[in-house]
């Protein structure tokens, strides 16, 4: 069973940065990152196949986040910069122990997930 815990979100003007971090307990082949607005859909930000890297982002934040993870902490981070009003939201960690790059940003892919940490960006 896989465990994951998010933080690192607050309150930020934009055009600033926050680094998001997600600890994980247990073996993972790909993870992500999702964002969710009240009354939206969940949104895939970034995701991460870990044997290679691979790594796939939404184009609203493609050049200002990057997903990464230190396997030697089992820690997955979003790094956020430039950050802008419309991606306030809260920010989850996603995991799976299968997937296909085409479906790094896919919410189907994961059956794991954090509880949340929410980033709110003023402008």
């Known amino acids: 069973q896989v465990q994951l815990a998010e933080s690192g979100g607050g309150s930020v003007q934009a055009g600033g940065s926050l680094r998001l971090s997600c600890e994980v307990s247990?073996?993972?082949?790909?993870m992500a990152w999702f964002r969710q607005v009240p009354g939206r859909e969940r949104e895939g930000v970034a995701g991460?196949?870990?044997?290679?890297?691979?790594?796939l982002y939404a184009d609203s934040v493609k050049g200002r986040f990057l997903i990464s993870k230190d396997n030697s902490k089992n820690i997955l981070y979003l790094q956020m910069d430039i950050l802008r009003a419309e991606d306030t939201a809260m920010y989850y960690c996603?995991?799976?122990?299968?997937?296909?790059?085409?479906?790094?940003?896919?919410?189907?892919?994961?059956?794991?997930w954090g509880q949340g940490t929410q980033v709110n960006v003023s402008s």
């Open positions: 996603a995991a799976a122990d299968w997937c296909r790059a085409s479906e790094l940003r896919q919410e189907a892919t994961y059956p794991y």
């Open positions: 247990g073996e993972t082949y790909c």
């Open positions: 991460i196949r870990e044997r290679d890297r691979l790594a």
